[in-house]
């Protein structure tokens, strides 16, 4: 992995101890602008702890990262916020960066919530403040995206549509983006690129070109997430066009 | 117009009020009433100290304050204590340290029910000054570090996250909280200041949604307070502290109505 023009940021043999425990380690990887990167693994996998380090919430880690961008937008896994603070969800788009009123618009009419822009943001449910929540990181016009989990709570259609629009963005605005997923077969048509991790790196690539089809999504959707999400990436074969598998 | 002593004491409160507005609600915000009792014990200490060299009281409480409040985060990093347990020892060793030095000065005369409630008869000149400086010092600074303040007030992480340095504006705000206890204790008495901060932003509260009409909310209590408070101060011959703090208590408990109100109207 040679550092090039385009990479946003670098993580070499990253690691992160709490407690004398190492939440992950030794984990390389690289975003690039345009460029979708997606870790998956289970629960306690260190996904969130790899975007933490990335992002510099993590002060004390191991290994060496590389940050080319101060234009980051972040939608947190878990975002608490104390209610005795009255917040609109308008006054939380302009959080880290102040916003015209077009800008704030544009944002929250993506991700469907413009008609929550006065509401008070302790009154949403879970899956429309998800959706505020990645309004307010794309609507900076980022150079990096990370997002953890950004479509938990969302409805099903809800969440195709928004992963479409994650694919959009990136392309829209040439950011690279960092996307935490458990499950890939829903995000896997918008990646280019996979790291599979379990306390460590268990495997990386790109996901196979044939997971994009349509068709192979239709006929083989849960067999597919089965496959790709588990950690042997390793693909002996190819699906056709009409389903039908051919060894490499 | 300022030889009267009232006069004095209404520009005086009038200053006080327009910075405790701002920071009061970054105090409810953060969860940091009990911090700001620990300061404002420990100005006793900084008062005595003002009286034992001859120093300017606000300077010698701002830096007795800032002490504070740099032990308290160093015990926090170094102890496994829980935070409210080193508020508690902190607030209260100090007060009882102040409190024995006076003992040992015995050549001053001391007003302590002053120091503890405030004393509008004690309003200086060169108090307006420094409230009025001081003042003006504070809110600029709160302006600037108002975002990653208010950000990571929010959520530290997105704010760290997202480049804005949040451990710096949560240092800067610490001292901040210093240096208008040392301005206010004055008027308010170093008992009570912490009362100045919450009460007004806490009324607020109750009758706003989102953070800027809080922010002006408050101030306006503060303000209304200072000048209820301190013309019953005159009129009940009350110390200034209580009665401030007294007037800001009626207008939290009118707040509350309009919370009842707008209950009713949801249902």
Redesign the interface.
Known sequence: MGTNSNTLVKLKNAGYQQNDKWLVKGVSLEVEKGKIVTLIGPNGSGKSTTA?IA???YKKFDGEVEKYT?K???V?QK????W?????V???MV???SLKEEAIDEALSLTGVVHLKHK?LGNLSGGEFQRVLLARAIS?KPELL?LDEPVQGVDFTGEIALYELIKKISEELNCGILLISHDLHTVMSATDHVVCLNGHVCCSGSPSDVAKNNEYKALFGEKAAQTLSIYEHKHDHVHSHEGEIKKN | MFDDFFIRALVAGIGVAFVTGPLGCFV??R?LSYFGDTLSHSALLGVTMAYSFEFNIAISVFIISSVIALILIQLQKKTNLPGDALLGLLAHSSLAVGLVVIGFLTFIRFDIMGLLFGDILAVTVNDLIIIWAGGALILLVLKLIW?PL??S???Y????????NPDRAKAIFTILMAAIIAISIKMVGLLLITGMLIIPAAMA?NI???????VLFSIIGGLLSVVIGLFSSLEFNTASGPSIITAALVLFILSLLKIKQSIQLKN
């Open positions: 933490k992002l510099g919430i101060n980051i937008g972040y947190p975002v608490s916020i104390d005795t603070l009255p917040l609109r308008r006054d939380f959080l880290t960066e008070n900076k990370v | 409810i915000w969860r975002k208010f950000a007030t929010v959520n992480e997105l704010a760290e996250a997202e480049g804005l509260r706003s949604d989102n953070p800027q009409k809080m």
